[in-house]
């Protein structure tokens, strides 16, 4: 029996985010988005010595770092 992997392709992000994107997004420095990658601040996928963020992954790491009033 084959397995059916088609319906996994449909759970993948549609674009990798590279550090400079993640950067621009937070309006940080492309360092700073890189140290939170390669730390696992924020979780990140290596190909290679490439790394990238997944849109989603993004997203909860800025829900998960939101604060509400003082700091």
Do not use: C, W
């Amino acid at each position: 029996m084959q397995k059916d992997i088609t319906s996994n392709f449909n759970k993948m992000p549609t674009r990798l985010l590279k550090s400079r994107d993640v950067a621009d997004i937070l309006q940080i420095s492309t360092s700073k988005a890189y140290k939170l990658m390669r730390t696992g601040e924020l979780s990140a996928v290596h190909i290679g010595k490439s790394i990238r963020v997944k849109p989603e992954d993004l997203e909860t790491f800025i829900t998960q770092n939101t604060s509400y009033g003082g700091f």
